[in-house]
């Protein structure tokens, strides 16, 4: 069975808090397979959310992030990267005090949003 899927750092994309990484998936002989693109954008959160860091790790236990899977989908690693880095774009139309603003940009879809180039997506940067 192949083991759990593994995000890597990432970089760093669009604002300066804004991260996108290749998510892997590790295969049984030990083989690193790119099967989608993370984002994380941090500004979010739901007013319910636990938002105190974890005293072990000190991470904090609830990030607006999301992982658009491409692998099987049809979908090219180069569109799921530019569908990733909208959805991180289109989150900024989300007040950061939003009590609800983690689930609603949770909500948006990369898959439905508009397929656009990097520049395109540089140039609608808050
Ligand atoms: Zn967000």
């Known amino acids: ?38 984002g994380t954008c941090k500004q979010h959160s739901n007013e319910w959310d ?6 072990d790790t000190k991470k904090t236990q609830t990030v607006c992030k999301k992982a658009l899977i491409f692998a099987d989908s049809g979908m090219t690693s180069e569109e799921a990267e530019l569908r990733m880095k909208h959805w991180l774009i289109a989150g900024t139309s989300i007040a950061c005090d939003d009590p609800t603003g983690r689930m609603t940009h949770l909500a948006m879809n990369p898959r439905t949003l508009m397929l656009l180039t990097d520049d395109q997506l540089l140039a609608q940067l808050p």
């Open 50 to 55: 636990d938002i105190v860091p974890d005293p």
């Open 1 to 38: 069975m192949a083991r759990p899927l593994r995000q890597k750092r990432g970089v760093q994309w669009g604002l300066q808090h804004w991260r996108i990484a290749r998510i892997m998936r590790n295969l049984d002989n030990g083989e690193q397979v790119h099967i989608g693109w993370g």
